[in-house]
């Protein structure tokens, strides 16, 4: 019977501990969840206003007055100290300069923040820093973690302490599309031959003349545009030329860009670049867009049989 109130007693005891535990536990977390959140806008504050606004004087919504800030430069590099005067000095300086834009970015769940004591707290992540140039693509400069100490007076939490680390700012240059050697036409006749072909079927096109189109496309015509899909029929690619096009579209050749490759016992392959005019639209821009079309060959009568319109 003792042996059983004692076990009572312990189960009683391990249910109120654990009890106990789970309430802590769920404290801990709402208090750590907005922990979290009063630092990361506290940190959009900071660079919002190195970044955006350039209100340096707001800087002290953030900073705190003996605010320290750590710059790591690496093995081979000597670390640098800013007090809070010659950071807002560097940060006016780099305002003053309106061709200076940069972007801040935290990486993705990177972004953590520690309490330590009632009011103290650390804040780590992961960030990358962009310099944005005019009519350039933005260039990454920097990346780095970072590890701040913020301190909470009177309510309010500003930061003591910045220590950039593992800090990186050489990047491997983007890599390059690959640029196939300049084309250079066949010395052979059938180079010629195609082009005069295009400009007579386009000149169909841009006229109306949709009989001599049809004369000049092949029967078992396939036509696959990027946005309309394939169309195998020769008399509905006709009837949607004289719906859509006649009167209303131009086609512009791009000078030089047609290239010209012989298709053995059966015709060639032209590859270029043209763009659309909107004739309700003058003036409208127009972008060049790619094509490849090939010929078949039946004696001296060439025909399109395939087209592919990219744009």
């Known amino acids: 019977m003792k042996s059983c109130f004692i076990l009572l007693n312990t189960t009683i005891l391990i249910l109120i501990t654990g009890f106990g535990i789970q309430t802590s536990t769920a404290q801990n977390a709402k208090g ?4 979290f959140r009063q630092l990361a806008y506290k940190d959009s504050m900071l660079f919002d206003i190195a970044f955006n606004t350039c209100n ?6 953030v900073l705190s007055k003996d605010f320290v800030f750590f710059h790591d430069n690496g093995y081979d590099g000597i670390t640098v100290d800013q007090s809070l005067s010659s950071f807002t000095a560097n940060l006016e300086k780099f305002c003053a300069n309106p061709d200076n834009k940069m972007r801040r970015e935290i990486v993705k769940g990177s972004l953590q923040a520690f309490a330590v004591g009632a009011d103290e707290a650390v804040q780590t992540g992961v960030q990358r820093l962009y310099m944005i140039r005019k009519n350039q693509p933005e260039q990454l400069i920097e990346a780095s973690k970072f590890t701040r100490t913020w301190k909470k ?13 593992l800090v990186k700012t050489q990047f491997d240059p983007p890599s390059k599309r690959y640029e196939p050697a300049p084309y250079v036409p066949s010395r052979e006749p059938l180079y010629d031959v195609i082009v005069r072909m295009d400009s007579l079927y386009f000149d169909t096109y ?5 009989e001599k189109m049809a004369a000049m496309t092949s029967d078992s015509i396939e036509f696959y545009h ?7 029929s020769k008399k509905d690619l006709i009837a949607s030329i004289k719906k859509n096009i006649c009167g209303k579209v131009t086609r512009e ?8 490759y012989p298709i053995p016992n059966y015709g060639a392959v032209e ?9 309700q639209e003058p003036g409208a821009p127009s972008h060049a867009s790619k094509f490849v079309t090939l010929w078949q060959r039946d004696g001296d009568t060439w025909k399109i ?3 592919i319109s990219l744009h």
Not at 153 to 165: I, L, V
Not at 206 to 210: A, G, I, K, M
Request: glycine share 10%; aromatic share 8%; with cysteine.
């Open 253 to 260: 050749l791009m000078p030089g860009s047609i290239e010209v």
């Open 56 to 61: 340096v004087k707001a800087i002290g919504t």
């Open 226 to 232: 990027d946005r309309g899909g394939l169309t195998t």
């Open 271 to 279: 590859i270029g670049y043209h763009r659309f005019h909107n004739n």
């Open 305 to 307: 049989a395939r087209v």
């Open 206 to 210: 841009n006229t109306c003349n949709l």
């Open 153 to 165: 007076t009177a309510g309010d939490w500003k930061m003591t302490q910045e220590t950039d680390f």
């Open 32 to 35: 750590a969840d907005a922990l």
